[in-house]
């Protein structure tokens, strides 16, 4: 598996990263915790050495469950974890990034993680509430004390990462990016850029659509968040398979499959991004791992850019609700 430098911090991960999230929460049914830990193995095996988990998804048990998988292998990997909610009997009540709960946050993840550094700490959205300045201010100290290496933003708009990274440098942004998601590319790829920040590109196959595995078929289980996604109705899914098509008819050309052409595009964009899919399946996490080996010419990108131009693509990311809360 190659490397890929995010941004000037010196932080350096594998190509593609493996997002840990699905494994228990969000796409439900989850799987056997015996066989994520097998598959976060796999993982490592194969190259992967970036890891993406949160305080929320679960809430914990995801960070407990990277935690056991890699402490075998802990000196040889990098995780990420997020902090930026408030919690009551083990459930989210909210955005919380005032500096007393970060702290708190990351007390407890090192505890679940089983380490004595976290390696790479995102605010997991942005707080309204607390000036950007004390949250970079916050994590600032956690760096200081040894308790942190690289500080993160997820799904912050330009404005805030300036500020931000004023106080404290920005090693990574994590923002959704893929063939289906490119609102960033106006303003805040522009500005990552121009200050030295990667970018950690979550749901890089549209949550599973772009890999070719859900059409107007597919029956979203009760608590998968795709089912109240708009972009996931049956009409946006009849609507959206344009897209689709078209990375079928490149991973015909390129005897590869449409996860793997939707990957490559991805890392084709800049030397400095990095995907994270997510997967609960060996099968899917080797398959998506290949993509790293895949390279498509200029006359391809450029082929998909003009065919994708005349693609629309009918729904929103999240319910205005959930959108409002990305920061953007």
Known sequence: M???????????????????MGMTFSYTPFPEKKDMIALIGKAVEEGVDFFDT????????NEELVGEALAPFRREVVIATKFGFKFQDGKSTGIDSSPATIKKAVEGSLSRLRTDVIDLLYQH???????IEDVAGTVKDLIVAGKVKYFGLSEAGAN?????????????????????????????????????????????????????????????????????LPRYTKEARIANKAL??????????????????????????????????????????TENNAAASIELTTAELQEIEDASHHIKIMGNRYPDALEKTTGI
């Open 2 to 20: 190659q490397k890929r430098k995010l941004g000037n911090s010196g932080l350096e991960v594998s190509a593609i990263g493996l997002g840990c």
């Open 54 to 61: 949160a305080e929320v998804y679960g809430p914990y048990n």
């Open 160 to 228: 805030t990462i300036r500020r931000a990274h004023a106080v404290q440098p920005v090693s990574a942004l994590q923002s959704e990016y893929s063939l289906w998601t490119r609102q960033h590319e106006k303003e805040i790829l522009p500005t990552i850029e121009e200050l030295g920040i990667g970018l950690v590109a979550f749901s890089p196959l549209g949550k599973g659509f772009l890999a070719g595995k859900i059409d107007e078929t597919t029956n979203f289980g009760q608590g998968d968040i795709r089912s109240i």
């Open 125 to 131: 959205r942005v707080d309204p509430n607390v000036p």
């Open 244 to 285: 689709l098509d078209l990375l079928d008819q490149f991973s015909a050309k390129r005897h590869a499959t449409p996860a793997q052409i939707a990957l490559a595009w991805v890392l084709a964009q800049k030397p400095w991004i990095v995907p994270i899919p997510g997967t609960t399946k060996l099968h899917r996490l």
